[in-house]
């Protein structure tokens, strides 16, 4: 039974105050929209960064959350205009992506995109503003648009990165953050 195009009910790890533990919640996830995909998240790690912005170290506090941002996963379904994934693709989600459109993402010197960069503040989709997690009717906000301590995920297009299907998922999740870690860092 396909489940493109309906709300997935499934658990997610939600902080729903800073520092206080991670409650595994059952949470609504919306489909994809326009550029957008839903992935299932087959396995995820936890990086110190998940831990810092939990702990409110970082910018403006934003809870509940979602967070998690290491992770390899297959594509549920895709939004419209998404063309170069499909549902079955094994991929990586990644905090900063690419939208090919703007002048870094177009330049050889810079791969930090006008549109997808990192963004610890950001708690919605770019798209439309809107959250595509939910309980009870109330909103869940996205971390760095990738949200991984969840069986389900949204994630724009530009921020998922398709990988060979005999890589294993479980050893290569964690290079989701620490390949782009090191990159920007060039």
């Given at each position: ?9 499934c658990?997610?790890a ?7 533990p991670?409650?595994?919640?059952e ?7 326009k ?5 299932k ?60 459109q ?9 791969n930090m995109?006008?549109?997808?960069r990192i ?22 906000y996205?971390?760095?648009g ?16 398709k ?16 390949i782009s ?6």
């Amino acid at each position: 039974m396909s489940t493109a195009g309906q709300v997935i009910r499934c658990k997610a790890a939600v902080a729903w105050e800073a520092g206080k533990p991670l409650v595994i919640e059952e949470v609504d996830v919306a489909p994809p929209q326009k550029h957008e995909v839903r992935l299932k998240i087959l396995f995820t790690s936890l990086c110190h960064t998940d831990v810092y912005f939990w702990e409110a170290k970082g910018q403006t506090p934003l809870f509940p959350r979602i967070f998690g941002h290491e992770a390899g996963g297959i594509v549920e379904s895709v939004g419209e205009g998404v063309t170069d994934l499909q549902p079955g693709d094994h991929v990586l989600p990644v905090f900063t992506g690419e939208c090919q459109q703007c002048r870094h993402c177009k330049s050889s010197e810079s791969n930090m995109c006008e549109l997808l960069r990192i963004n610890t503040d950001r708690g919605v989709m770019i798209s439309d503003g809107q959250t595509r997690f939910s309980k009870d009717g109330k909103p869940i906000y996205h971390f760095v648009g990738t949200s991984t301590f969840s069986e389900y995920t949204v994630a724009h297009s530009g921020c998922v990165t398709k990988i060979d299907p005999q890589a294993p998922l479980d050893k290569v999740c964690v290079l989701s953050c620490g390949i782009s870690t090191g990159f920007i860092e060039l």
